[in-house]
């Protein structure tokens, strides 16, 4: 089956809000809405995975193999993207066996399930293992945890088209291993406020500041929330507020934190009033059953 016939939403839509700080500062901005582009295979997890898909294709690969955590948006979307296009997957999950709504869909979409130790898990990108890997499952493309390859962010840079991004003082993006921020940055040249949503601040720097923008980056780290899959009920506070308010979900790990520490950040830098700001709705949204009955 073609790529094409996957019946996504593209491009997605770009949706207005009026983020309102207090009576009298209120700041428009966009949200492009990867979170719509399929019930299924949501956010930017499609793009990272469109070319790994093709790729195997070439390849003569028939099974595609990743790597992720229980509650895994990468994974979910793999099980979703193989299961319509009637290709195997297979996946290696950190930790000890366990059952929730994000697995018991991927098991549904056909998808092999293997839990492995945390110390096994932090062999994901050794080549040894790897290979053993790959005689276990000779007809297996591997693709790494995230969809952090440079396939990955190939597809991340068809996000935005070339004009769209043109038109933005500020883009606004939660990252995970990157490769979305760096798939972004290929056609864009303006300002960018990434949040890394870990407690470590050497997460995230590294990765992006070797890319060609220096000085145009504003990289927030999870300072109020305890860091990675962390939460409180301030920030629970914060999602059914922004529901009530915009009648849009945000996923607790990424989204909400990033418009969390974007409208901090606005209203510490008045440079950015009256600018034209898109924030990048990566989606994520099945995540959020994890602390949410019944889902947003
Ligand atoms: C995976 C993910 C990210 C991070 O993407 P990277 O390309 O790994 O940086 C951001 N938001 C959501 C909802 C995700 O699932």
Redesign the pocket.
């Known amino acids: 089956m073609d790529i094409n016939a996957l019946k996504l939403l593209l491009p997605p839509p770009i949706e207005q809000i009026n983020l309102i700080f207090s009576k009298d500062k209120k700041i428009n901005i966009d949200i492009l809405r990867l979170d719509k582009i399929h019930p299924h295979i949501s956010?930017?997890?499609f793009f990272?995975l469109k070319y790994n898909l093709i790729q195997a294709k070439q390849e003569g690969k028939n099974e595609l193999l990743s790597f992720g955590g229980p509650y895994s948006?990468?994974l979910h979307a793999l099980a979703a993207l193989g299961s319509a296009m009637g290709i195997k997957t297979i996946a290696y999950i950190r930790g000890d066996k366990v059952e929730n709504a994000c697995l018991h869909d991927c098991k549904n979409y056909g998808m092999e399930l293997h839990f492995i130790s945390y110390a096994l898990y932090k062999k994901k990108y050794d080549t040894d293992f790897l290979m053993q890997i790959q005689t276990r499952y000779p007809n297996a493309f591997i693709i790494p945890e995230?969809?952090?390859n440079d396939l990955?962010k190939k597809g991340?840079e068809e996000i935005l088209s070339p004009n769209q991004n043109e038109n933005y003082d500020l883009i606004s993006?939660?990252?995970?291993?990157?490769?979305?921020?760096k798939?972004l940055m290929k056609n864009y040249q303006g300002h960018f406020f990434v949040h890394a949503p870990f407690k470590n601040k050497d997460v995230g720097y590294e990765i992006l500041e070797k890319e060609h923008f220096k000085g145009k980056l504003f990289l927030q780290h999870d300072t109020d929330f305890g860091g990675f899959g962390k939460y409180n009920p301030a920030l629970i506070n914060y999602i059914e507020k922004f529901k009530e308010n915009y009648n849009i979900a945000l996923?607790f790990?990424?989204?909400a934190k990033t418009f969390y520490y974007l409208e901090k950040f606005l209203t510490e830098n008045k440079a950015y009033d009256g600018k034209k700001i898109l924030h990048i709705h990566?989606?994520?949204l099945q995540?959020n059953r994890s602390i949410f009955q019944p889902a947003l």
């Open positions: 956010g930017n997890k990272k948006n990468h995230g969809g952090n990955g991340c993006c939660a990252m995970g291993t990157g490769t979305t921020v798939g996923d790990v990424y989204n990566t989606g994520g995540g």
